[in-house]
């Protein structure tokens, strides 16, 4: 009996501690089962307590390693819960286990057999709602006054959207200038009306070409982060253009010092937020943090909280009666701007032209957030030669978003606690 229950407690403790139980773990829990035994506790009381003290251990209960260099069944238990939000499977322990996880052939081998498998979803869902702020989907509903053609559809499809997308240049290691210059949509029904596509039916999500004017195409513009980026009635270039600086750019914007009033918009639409930030930023230490990221928003302007294209601002209408629409159209959007770096663009295919011109920094802000989701440790500077050298090696690839998980996992700073 007592060889079959160290192979028991041996098998389950490695699945639950990620890692093979030593020799006396494996010898204490047989001894304790058998102990239970001699106090006449029944078979399945005995090996229920075993268990039990197994799922309370701090083994299970938590992830530790030591400052280093990963040992293979460390870097199982990084690459497992990177990809999988899960504990490594028996054939990634057993590779950890002959100790050939740590040869960079195999774990490239093993992080596609991860990306390949469909629980990465729950790679491609989560980084997502972290990276791109896609948790906040459900924080606000679009004003029904000023939207009225806003629904719970639009809103999972939104979501739909931006999964599919990634989930689409992952597997096919499409180039991150996609993110913002694609010339494609993962669209349905319900998001083709809101992106002016035709012959596009049924609710499933699917590639479709974009027409070579289109506005729309990217995480830069999709319903999805648009909505997470405004509020239900309001869009602000401010907030926008941190989140373009910051998720896609992966540039940290600090926060406000706690002296300066916020900008509160107009919201009879009598003055333009553009007029309002300029009087804001007339002090100097606003007008240089605003220069950073003001002008991304202000391209972004040209589409409101649920995505739609506009040239004018929704406003409520101030005449009354049945059968008149409850909103109408306000100021003009002005969408021009001028980058950080100084050059000047025009609206969203000037932003777009601008953006997709720099693929390594794209690259290098994607890997950024990559490397705070994998590792559970904000990136910092220190980390910032390491980034360099990822986004250096995917050059080969033109960027591709597969290329840059593979060069994050390969990192030193990856493999190392």
């Given at each position: 009996?007592?060889?079959?229950?160290?192979?028991?407690?041996?098998?389950?403790?490695?699945?639950?501690?990620?890692?093979?139980?030593?020799?006396?773990?494996?010898?204490?829990?047989?001894?304790?089962?058998?102990?239970?035994?001699?106090r006449r506790e029944t078979l399945q009381k005995a090996y229920i307590n075993e268990v039990t003290m197994l799922l309370t251990s701090?083994?299970?209960?938590?992830?530790?390693?030591?400052?280093?260099?990963?040992?293979?069944f460390g870097l199982a238990t990084r690459l497992s819960y990177f990809l999988w939000n899960s504990t490594p499977d028996a054939e990634?322990?057993?590779?950890?286990?002959?100790?050939?996880?740590?040869?960079?052939?195999?774990?490239?081998?093993?992080?596609?057999?991860?990306?390949?498998?469909?629980?990465?979803?729950?790679?491609?869902?989560?980084?997502?709602?972290?990276?791109?702020?896609?948790?906040?989907?459900?924080?606000?509903?679009?004003?029904?006054?000023?939207?009225?053609?806003?629904?719970?559809?639009?809103?999972?499809?939104?979501?739909?959207?931006?999964?599919?997308?990634?989930?689409?240049?992952?597997?096919?290691?499409?180039?991150?200038?996609?993110f913002v210059a694609p010339g494609w949509v993962m669209a349905n029904s319900r998001l083709a009306k809101v992106y002016g596509l035709?012959?596009?039916?049924?609710?499933?999500?699917?590639?479709?070409?974009?027409?070579?004017?289109?506005?729309?195409?990217?995480?830069?513009?999709?319903?999805?982060?648009?909505?997470?980026?405004?509020?239900?009635?309001?869009?602000?270039?401010?907030?926008?253009?941190?989140?373009?600086?910051?998720?896609?750019?992966?540039?940290?914007?600090?926060?406000?010092?706690?002296?300066?009033?916020?900008?509160?918009?107009?919201?009879?639409?009598?003055?333009?937020?553009?007029?309002?930030?300029?009087?804001?930023?007339?002090?100097?230490?606003?007008?240089?943090?605003?220069?950073?990221?003001?002008?991304?928003?202000?391209?972004?302007?040209?589409?409101?909280?649920?995505?739609?294209?506009?040239?004018?601002?929704?406003?409520?209408?101030?005449?009354?009666?049945?059968?008149?629409?409850?909103?109408?159209?306000?100021?003009?959007?002005?969408?021009?701007?001028?980058?950080?770096?100084?050059?000047?663009?025009?609206?969203?295919?000037?932003?777009?032209?601008?953006?997709?011109?720099?693929?390594?920094?794209?690259?290098?802000?994607?890997?950024?957030?990559?490397?705070?989701?994998?590792?559970?440790?904000?990136?910092?500077?220190?980390?910032?030669?390491?980034?360099?050298?990822?986004?250096?090696?995917?050059?080969?690839?033109?960027?591709?978003?597969?290329?840059?998980?593979?060069?994050?996992?390969?990192?030193?700073?990856?493999?190392?606690?």
């Amino acid at each position: 009996m007592e060889s079959v229950l160290r192979k028991s407690f041996a098998r389950i403790g490695a699945r639950l501690y990620r890692r093979d139980l030593a020799k006396w773990e494996v010898e204490r829990h047989v001894k304790n089962f058998m102990d239970s035994l001699y106090r006449r506790e029944t078979l399945q009381k005995a090996y229920i307590n075993e268990v039990t003290m197994l799922l309370t251990s701090p083994d299970f209960l938590s992830i530790s390693a030591k400052p280093g260099p990963l040992d293979g069944f460390g870097l199982a238990t990084r690459l497992s819960y990177f990809l999988w939000n899960s504990t490594p499977d028996a054939e990634l322990l057993e590779t950890a286990r002959s100790g050939m996880l740590t040869d960079p052939k195999v774990l490239q081998e093993q992080t596609d057999r991860l990306l390949n498998d469909p629980k990465s979803d729950r790679f491609v869902e989560d980084f997502l709602d972290q990276w791109l702020g896609l948790w906040g989907i459900e924080n606000t509903t679009p004003d029904k006054d000023l939207y009225p053609e806003y629904d719970d559809e639009l809103k999972i499809s939104s979501a739909m959207e931006t999964q599919e997308a990634f989930r689409h240049m992952l597997d096919k290691n499409i180039s991150v200038k996609d993110f913002v210059a694609p010339g494609w949509v993962m669209a349905n029904s319900r998001l083709a009306k809101v992106y002016g596509l035709e012959g596009v039916e049924g609710f499933g999500i699917r590639r479709v070409k974009l027409p070579a004017d289109s506005p729309y195409g990217g995480f830069l513009t999709q319903a999805a982060t648009m909505k997470v980026t405004a509020n239900g009635t309001l869009t602000s270039p401010v907030k926008r253009g941190v989140w373009v600086s910051d998720r896609l750019l992966g540039i940290p914007i600090p926060a406000p010092p706690a002296n300066i009033s916020a900008v509160d918009p107009d919201t009879r639409g009598a003055q333009t937020l553009r007029e309002q930030l300029a009087l804001h930023s007339q002090e100097g230490s606003c007008q240089a943090c605003h220069a950073r990221f003001d002008p991304y928003g202000f391209a972004l302007e040209s589409f409101d909280v649920m995505g739609n294209f506009r040239t004018n601002y929704r406003v409520a209408n101030p005449k009354k009666g049945k059968g008149i629409p409850k909103w109408t159209e306000g100021l003009a959007v002005d969408c021009s701007g001028v980058a950080p770096n100084g050059d000047e663009f025009e609206g969203i295919h000037g932003l777009r032209k601008l953006l997709a011109g720099d693929p390594a920094q794209l690259a290098r802000g994607v890997v950024r957030h990559l490397l705070t989701y994998s590792t559970g440790e904000p990136a910092s500077p220190i980390d910032q030669p390491a980034i360099d050298a990822i986004t250096k090696t995917a050059a080969k690839d033109n960027y591709g978003l597969r290329s840059l998980v593979h060069g994050l996992v390969q990192s030193e700073v990856f493999r190392h606690k």
